[in-house]
């Protein structure tokens, strides 16, 4: 029964290499986001979807393309990965109502990616 | 540009002592505050929020005090537990769906 879950939870590639993480949510909520989060344990929004549009892209190389084929899915691309790449990506999801000041957030437990 | 919390401070206490953790932030259009809660290995975890009509909210042994006049957050841990240990974040909102998270705090609770 988890709420927010990814696939992988370790990733491990060379750079050049291109790779996916996975995300899906079984809350029903209408918005979904990946997060970055560094060494430092800074945590950086990347992208938000709403209801399968691309809401929030923030300065985010081109490398990384998101897609959400369904509201309950959002998926990381990446290509050409490189060394400063590695850091941990955290997808969430909140319901996201349409003229509510925000909302919680859920994450799930994220996927460390380093690259070689 | 925006920014909120400090570069990533430590502060220690003992088991059963309340817990203070700041965070100052500079968007004075922000409107919404939360505090998530990281352990180790696991995805940030939403503690409690607080709107900017608010000067303080209560929760379940933990409190949010708002400023509005210094920009300035804080959360209270009343009878910290050992299970309090992780990493705290502030985030604010300016409303629609981009949340600013701070640097965050870590906490150690010492047995």
């Known amino acids: 029964d988890t709420a927010v879950s990814q696939t992988p939870k370790y990733l491990v590639t060379q750079m050049g290499n291109d790779k996916s993480i996975k995300c899906e949510q079984n809350l029903g909520h209408d918005t979904m986001y990946w997060y970055k989060q560094d060494s430092k344990k800074f945590l950086k929004i990347m992208f938000s979807?709403?209801?399968?549009?691309?809401?929030i892209n923030e300065t985010v190389p081109n490398r990384f393309s998101p897609k959400s084929p369904d509201k309950a899915h959002l998926n990381l691309h990446i290509n050409s990965l490189e060394l400063g790449d590695s850091a941990v990506y955290f997808c969430?999801?909140?319901?996201?109502?349409?003229?509510?000041?925000?909302?919680?957030?859920?994450f799930g437990p994220g996927t460390r990616l380093t690259v070689l | 540009g925006e920014s909120v919390g400090l570069h990533l401070p430590t502060l220690s206490v003992q088991e059963g002592d309340n817990s203070i953790i700041n965070c100052a932030y500079s968007n004075s259009a922000s409107d919404y505050f939360i505090w998530y809660k990281q352990e180790s290995g696991k995805g940030p975890q939403f503690i409690i929020d607080?709107?900017?009509?608010?000067d303080k909210r209560q929760g379940q042994r933990v409190t949010v005090l708002l400023n509005k006049t210094v920009k300035h957050l804080s959360l209270q841990i009343a009878a910290t537990q050992p299970g309090d240990s992780a990493v705290y974040f502030c985030?604010?909102?300016?409303?629609?769906?981009?949340?600013?998270f701070g640097a965050g705090t870590r906490l150690f609770v010492k047995a």
């Open positions: 607080i709107r900017s009509n608010m």
């Open positions: 969430a999801s909140s319901p996201g109502l349409a003229g509510v000041l925000s909302d919680e957030q859920f």
């Open positions: 985030a604010e909102n300016t409303g629609g769906f981009k949340t600013i």
């Open positions: 979807y709403n209801n399968k549009e691309l809401i």
